[in-house]
């Protein structure tokens, strides 16, 4: 299987309502294979979160008690056979403060790590991360679509 062909079948892709933005979220689970990185970008209230639970929901754990870890930074769901890590860069602002919190292993261990605000990760997000672009096109509406990798 071609990952890149399978996710131009699932994105770009523009939606109606957070249950459809969710709905990309569990195709993309079953689309990406193996231990990932997926870099979310777009604005607070983009959807990030949502696309996450869809992402839970497709690795087979409890979408609903998914939440953005905005102060926790790393929030970890746990089957047998799987761990999802969500971190939430926003508030980290050095890499000391990173290495303590042990971001290497997560970024780089076995698993899923899906990062709101890859950004600030700066060059401790691996290349071969999966970006991801969310972007407002409405009250409900997002639209969801595949970043460029870096040159």
């Known amino acids: 299987m071609d990952p890149d062909r399978e996710l131009s079948n699932v994105l770009p892709v523009t939606t109606g309502s957070p249950e459809e933005t969710r709905a990309v979220g569990r195709r993309l689970a079953r689309v990406l294979s193996g231990d990932r990185v997926v870099a979310l970008e777009g604005t607070l209230g983009a959807g990030k979160t949502v696309l996450v639970k869809g992402l839970a929901d497709g690795l087979g754990l409890d979408g609903d008690g998914v939440s953005s870890p905005t102060f926790t930074?790393?929030?970890?769901?746990?089957?047998p056979g799987l761990v999802l890590f969500h971190v939430d860069a926003y508030r980290v602002e050095s890499a000391a403060e990173w290495s303590e919190l042990g971001i290497e292993d997560v970024l780089y261990g076995p698993g899923w790590c899906v990062v709101e605000w890859p950004e600030r990760l700066g060059p401790l997000l691996p290349g071969d991360a999966v970006r991801i672009r969310l972007e407002h096109r409405g009250a409900t509406s997002r639209h969801i679509s595949l970043e460029q990798k870096a040159p």
């Open 73 to 79: 930074v790393i929030h970890e769901y746990r089957r």
